[in-house]
């Protein structure tokens, strides 16, 4: 069975920087499980952050960038504020016709 | 106005059936691949099925192999649902969502919450 890991929550400090990842149970991520990103609040529908690994969304700002660390996706936020206090979902395409969400990450901004 | 707006959802009894429905709007359905994904009450978000564009392929999680069909009427730019012998861990917000560029989803649904509960 594929399960994609993230860290359950990560803390940050207004105005700093915070990366988070997105691991693959069964070996590393590579761009060609083209990592996609999602913001969610609660109550809300989520928001695509980012595709393809490193391809912002429309209108999402420059803070946000995505890239492959090591053997995992990452979701790197730069200058964090605090309606960037969130849930943050990666997915990636496994193989052909099945997409996996990781657990997501509750982000704090403090 | 781009958007996606599902219905359907309720109340209904372990082994029960239920149809989950979303009208898409203010783009080309009929060109477009789109899933199905689920958010249990305080979990996280589920990929549930995907379907190409002209219905040619259909991938399903295993979680709900062989109770649940995707389909879609392109005349009427409607997506759906059906799902059967629903067990008390299918409750959850279902979502349908535009497959985009990259494999990624770029529009969700507003979603709709099936409960599954004698």
């Known amino acids: 069975q594929t399960v994609v890991t993230q860290e359950p929550s990560f803390s940050v400090s207004p105005g700093g920087t915070v990366t988070l990842t997105c691991g693959l149970n069964?070996?590393?991520?590579?761009?060609?499980?083209?990592p996609s990103w999602y913001q969610q609040t609660p109550g809300q529908t989520p928001r695509t952050l980012m595709y393809n690994t490193n391809t912002r969304s429309s209108g999402v700002p420059d803070r946000f960038s995505g890239s492959i660390l090591g053997n995992k996706a990452a979701l790197t936020i730069t200058g964090a504020q605090a309606d960037d206090e969130s849930d943050y979902y990666c997915?990636?395409?496994?193989?052909?016709?099945?997409?996996?969400f990781g657990g997501g990450t509750k982000l704090t901004v403090l | 106005q781009v958007q996606l707006v599902e219905s359907g959802g309720g109340v209904v009894q372990p082994g029960g059936s239920l149809r989950l429905s979303c009208v898409a709007s203010?783009?080309?359905?009929?060109?477009?691949?789109m899933h199905w994904v689920r958010q249990a009450p305080g979990k996280g978000l589920e990929w549930v099925t995907f379907t190409r564009y002209d219905e040619s392929h259909k991938w399903y999680a295993d979680s709900v192999k062989g109770r649940f069909t995707i389909s879609r009427d392109n005349s009427k730019n409607t997506l759906y649902l059906q799902m059967n012998s629903l067990r008390p861990e299918d409750t959850a917000v279902y979502y349908c969502?535009?497959?985009?560029?990259?494999?990624?989803?770029?529009?969700w649904g507003q979603g709709t919450l099936v409960t599954v509960s004698s």
């Open positions: 997915v990636l395409y496994v193989t052909t016709g099945i997409w996996v």
């Open positions: 069964s070996g590393s991520v590579s761009t060609s499980h083209l």
């Open positions: 969502a535009k497959m985009s560029i990259g494999q990624s989803f770029d529009l």
């Open positions: 203010g783009f080309t359905f009929s060109i477009s691949g």
